[in-house]
């Protein structure tokens, strides 16, 4: 290879990095962006109360339960073609959404985003992690990737704010049409085609997969108004993970395995995975309460509250490009931790808010949060080769999918049920209320990330055996790695 082939090697590798940030900006800003828009839709669309809630339900099902499903085709038609599909039926669907008519064309439309988003996720991780092998661009690669999209979510609330209020609601599905089609140009004629893999559908797993995960999403998202303690609650979470344990049976047994067991038992992915879901349960219970406490306690407009959450996103770009590697991910799930603990001492007399308690709460979960999203993406597909790259950034993505509902069902719940319990004996004193129901949601975040490096930090000790030393993050030094005795191997 000559000189000028090798510049433009390298250029092709840094362009599908473009893209790839550009579509997982899609998918994570499209969790958040129509909640500000929800108000505003619900009005124009003549939503009930009870059904306005599927305008974010339909999107999160059909993304979570469909994950797996999406990583195994990704690699059957090839990630590149299977990223320029998820691309376009996802622009295609945004802009039905936006010129929706009635409530069930808007709730169908999210649903047609959730499915795209379903192979575009996996199929964009699968072409990075396929494109940068070597340690140190990949570890510059995945810090760009997690940076943009962790401060997604963050984003989706400002832009979803600034579009509402300025535009309109429907802008807030409009704005991806054209970041799709410029993606979806990039990747036609800068990023290489690779080759698909060989090997068929497991359709029992694919619909225990995606019954199972969508039962667990729904029963989430129904604890809300319902309570934990609801039958229906109960049901749809006991039928979830009876159909995920049954899956779990199905694929080690399975010939063509939707998810091959050796990507899950390994030490490193294993803390990779243990480490962004539990950061998800928390993180998505954060930006819940920043954007109640900021608008009913603090008195923000939407737009205001959107833009306190720059903080957030300029510190989470701060901790995913300054400071890289695994060895990153417990001290930064610690700090993450350090940021809840301080909102936990707010009062509603609380003096010098933002400067006090805002401020450093929102750097330091920043930092945390960029700390842990490069390292995890990097491990859950090191070492990862034919269609396991694919079933291994599936599961990558169902696990924060399924932490964000976890956690904003769960911190939601128990700090509604705090909320009521602190009125019960204090009559007339609603802002303190809230506050102490916002403190005890966010004192539970605390302990779910100290647990969360508690178990990561296990999980990432050297194991010593016969006296030699083997680190444990490494694809295929862990004795977890091998496929389970008697299970078959999946075709590459």
Not at 445 to 460: C, P, Q, S
Request: glycine fraction near 12%; hydrophobic fraction near 55%; charge should be positive.
């Amino acid at each position: 290879m000559d000189l000028e082939d090798k510049k433009s090697h390298v250029r092709s590798r840094w362009w599908t990095l473009a893209v790839v940030s550009a579509a997982q900006l899609l998918v994570v800003l499209d969790g958040t962006i129509v909640n500000i828009a929800l108000p505003s839709a619900q009005r124009a669309l003549g939503m009930s109360d009870g059904n306005r809630q599927w305008a974010i339900t339909a999107y999160a099902l059909a993304f979570g339960g469909l994950l797996l499903i999406g990583g195994r085709v990704s690699g059957v038609l090839g990630h590149r073609r299977a990223f320029l599909v998820g691309l376009a039926g996802f622009a295609a669907s945004s802009a039905l959404g936006g010129a929706a008519t009635e409530s069930l064309m808007l709730f169908g439309a999210r649903a047609l985003q959730g499915v795209f988003a379903a192979l575009l996720a996996p199929a964009g991780l699968s072409l990075l992690a396929s494109t940068f092998t070597r340690a140190g661009e990949r570890g510059r690669a995945f810090g760009v990737f997690a940076a943009v999209g962790a401060a997604g979510s963050a984003v989706g609330l400002i832009a979803g704010g600034l579009l509402t209020e300025y535009l309109s609601w429907r802008w807030c599905l409009y704005i991806n049409v054209p970041i799709a089609l410029v993606a979806v140009l990039g990747t036609m004629t800068l990023v290489p085609a690779d080759r698909p893999t060989r090997g068929r559908l497991d359709v029992a797993g694919a619909l225990l997969s995606l019954t199972g995960v969508a039962l667990l999403v729904y029963g989430f998202n129904r604890a809300e108004p319902l309570g934990w303690g609801s039958a229906e609650v109960l049901a749809l979470l006991a039928g979830g993970v009876v159909l995920l344990a049954a899956f779990v049976a199905v694929e080690v047994r399975a010939s063509h395995p939707l998810l091959p067991m050796r990507v899950l038992l390994h030490r490193g992915r294993a803390a990779a995975f243990v480490a962004i879901t539990l950061m998800f349960v928390a993180m998505f219970g954060f930006y819940l309460f920043m954007s109640y406490y900021t608008q009913t306690v603090l008195g923000y407009s939407p737009v205001q509250a959107g833009l306190t959450l720059i903080v957030n996103a300029l510190a989470v770009l701060a901790g995913s490009m300054l400071i890289r590697g695994r060895a990153a991910l417990v001290p930064g799930l610690l700090a993450a931790a350090t940021g809840m603990l301080i909102l936990t001492r707010l009062t509603a007399g609380s003096d010098h808010v933002f400067a006090l308690y805002l401020l450093p709460a929102l750097v330091l979960t920043g930092v945390g949060l960029g700390c842990v999203m490069p390292p995890t993406a990097s491990m859950a597909t090191e070492g990862m080769r034919g269609h396991d790259i694919g079933a291994a950034s599936a599961a990558y993505n169902a696990a924060q999918q399924l932490g964000a509902a976890l956690g904003t069902a769960l911190l939601n719940t128990l700090a509604a049920s705090a909320t009521a319990s602190y009125l019960a004996s204090h009559r007339n004193a609603e802002r303190e209320a809230t506050v102490h129901g916002y403190t005890t949601a966010l004192m539970v975040a605390f302990g779910i990330l100290l647990a969360a490096a508690v178990l990561t930090a296990a999980l990432l000790m050297r194991r010593r055996n016969s006296g030699t030393d083997v680190e444990s993050g490494d694809a295929g030094s862990d004795l977890w790695d091998e496929a389970p005795a008697g299970a078959p191997r999946t075709e590459v």
